[in-house]
């Protein structure tokens, strides 16, 4: 720590020890203070909506990677029953086949709620449709006879289907 060399008593202040005093002085001023205040909210400002996407686009793997899993679940249930499954529910169900999942997964865009999940016909020729509402949380994806029709709200929706497109 530097010695702040004060003058001797009687001796006359020059503008240059008043300099080293006023130099001495440790500490921020309010405007340095506002400035970096200033600075790091912009920062913050820029940050944040850059979050928003990156979780979205989170959401939109997992649900990528929970879908391919029930669709290879739904053809086990096929090959096992020779019909698709009437409900995402039957694919847990003990019966007189196997367990084919655990616990069905929730879309990650509605929480505590399972994905979407038509089929149309039956047997070996029916088809289905397997949907996340995606982020804008509303189902917009319909399986009819003339395959999968998209709706105002569809154009966001993931999903996977056995039927053509």
């Known amino acids: ?6 003058p001797k008593r009687g001796s006359k202040v020059n503008s ?5 005093l006023k130099m001495n002085k440790k500490g ?14 912009i ?4 940050t944040i909506p850059n979050f ?3 979780r979205i686009q989170a959401k939109e793997s ?6 391919r899993n029930l669709l290879s679940a739904i053809e086990v249930y096929m090959n096992h029953h020779n019909h698709y499954p009437d409900n995402l529910g039957q694919l847990k169900e003990e019966g007189i086949a196997i367990r084919i999942i655990n616990k069905l997964p929730t ?4 929480e505590g709620e399972n ?6 016909g039956s047997g070996e020729l029916a088809t289905f449709l397997i949907f996340s509402v995606g982020p804008d949380g509303e189902p917009g994806l319909t399986l009819g006879d003339d395959g999968i029709t998209v709706g105002p709200n569809g154009e966001d929706d993931i999903y996977v289907t056995n039927a053509k497109t």
């Not at 720590?1 to 004060?6: D, G, K, N």
């Not at 997992?62 to 879908?67: S, V």
């Not at 879309?107 to 509605?110: A, E, H, L």
């Open 1 to 6: 720590m530097a010695e702040l060399a004060l």
């Open 16 to 20: 240059a020890t008043t300099a080293n």
């Open 28 to 41: 921020f001023t309010l405007i340095e203070l506002l400035i970096v205040i200033s600075v790091i909210s």
């Open 43 to 46: 920062l913050v400002g820029i």
């Open 52 to 54: 928003r996407g990156i």
């Open 62 to 67: 997992a649900a990528k990677a929970d879908l």
């Open 107 to 110: 879309d990650p865009f509605k």
């Open 115 to 120: 994905y979407q999940y038509q089929v149309n």
